[in-house]
């Protein structure tokens, strides 16, 4: 196996990717700007990518104690690590809130870049619907939770580290 950290990730060539048939993706702070601000915005996430195809994610976030997990074909869950409750989580239905109400969630890095602002204003999505929950991780989850309906992002500036876990969940 492979191990690849987001502070690692430039001595890990293409090469190394390849010869590999699993590669383990860890970041010890997803959403770092959150961590930093000391709010409950970032996680820890690691996922692993076999053959190229992602297949187990966990997303664990240290400040309220809730941990996310899926394993590919296995289903997803959210486990309370202070209750001690696990329970199976879901995507909501198609159909479960109506346009007009659509929450969307993106990047923390400020405010809309050009084509973003631009498909939201094709789509008629009301910029101030955007929220910030914080990671990568925290922003699917809020997807599966039906707290938002659209997650929109510039991936050119994430890595499989950030990726990966939610990609699976």
Do not use: C
């Not at 196996?1 to 990717?17: H, I, K, M, N, T």
């Not at 084509?115 to 699917?140: H, M, N, Q, T, Y």
């Amino acid at each position: 196996d492979l191990f690849v950290g987001e502070e690692s990730a430039r001595a890990v060539s293409q090469d190394d990717l390849t010869r590999h048939s699993r590669v383990w993706y860890l970041d010890p702070i997803d959403g770092t700007k959150h961590f930093i601000e000391g709010n409950a915005g970032w996680t820890i996430q690691m996922g692993l990518v076999e053959n190229g195809i992602p297949v187990f994610g966990i997303v664990y976030q240290p400040v309220t104690g809730l941990l996310w997990f899926a394993e590919k074909g296995a289903g997803a869950y959210e486990f309370d690590v202070t209750s001690g409750s696990l329970r199976s989580i879901h995507r909501p239905s198609e159909n479960s809130r109506q346009i007009p109400n659509l929450i969307t969630v993106g990047s923390s890095s400020g405010g809309l870049d050009g084509e973003i602002a631009d498909v939201f204003e094709k789509l008629r999505i009301d910029p101030d619907s955007r929220f910030d929950p914080g990671s990568v991780g925290l922003k699917v989850i809020a997807l599966i939770k039906d707290q938002a309906d659209l997650y929109f992002a510039d991936f050119r500036k994430s890595g499989r580290w950030d990726t990966t876990a939610p990609h699976v969940i």
